[in-house]
Nanobody
């Protein structure tokens, strides 16, 4: 069982930056796929950014493209989400997720690390609140 612990959330004004951290209990380079998801009150959970830890390939939600950056530091078993130019609509609980495999078979084909993965491990979440 892999433990994921998020930190770095907070209450900020629009336009500022935050960096979220997700520390894993296993070596992050053994976790094929890691990602950040978020859920706002009354809304479904949505994917924000995912990272194939082997290839370094990343996927971002359209709503955060160009503002958020996912990265990894394998020496610290940590994945980061750098969030710039925060907007009130970014307000949500942010969750870190990890899966051992960089690709999975579903929908009749192999799928690369992405938002639709059935991630094996999840963190408890960290709250981000952005006020205007």
């Amino acid at each position: 069982q892999v433990q994921l612990v998020e930190s770095g959330g907070g209450s900020v004004q629009a336009g500022v930056s935050l960096r979220l951290s997700c520390v894993a209990s296993e070596y992050t380079d053994t976790l094929g796929c890691m990602g950040w998801f978020r859920q706002a009150p009354g809304k479904e959970r949505e994917g924000v950014a995912v990272l194939d830890t082997g290839s370094g390939n990343t996927v971002y939600a359209d709503s955060v493209e160009g503002r958020f950056t996912i990265s990894q530091d394998n020496t610290k078993n940590t994945v980061y989400l750098q969030m710039n130019s925060l907007k009130p609509e970014d307000t949500a609980t942010y969750y870190c997720a990890a899966d051992p495999f960089p690709r999975r078979w579903y929908g009749g084909r192999w799928n690369a690390c992405g938002f639709k993965y059935d991630y094996a491990f999840w963190g408890q979440g960290t709250q981000v609140t952005v006020s205007s």
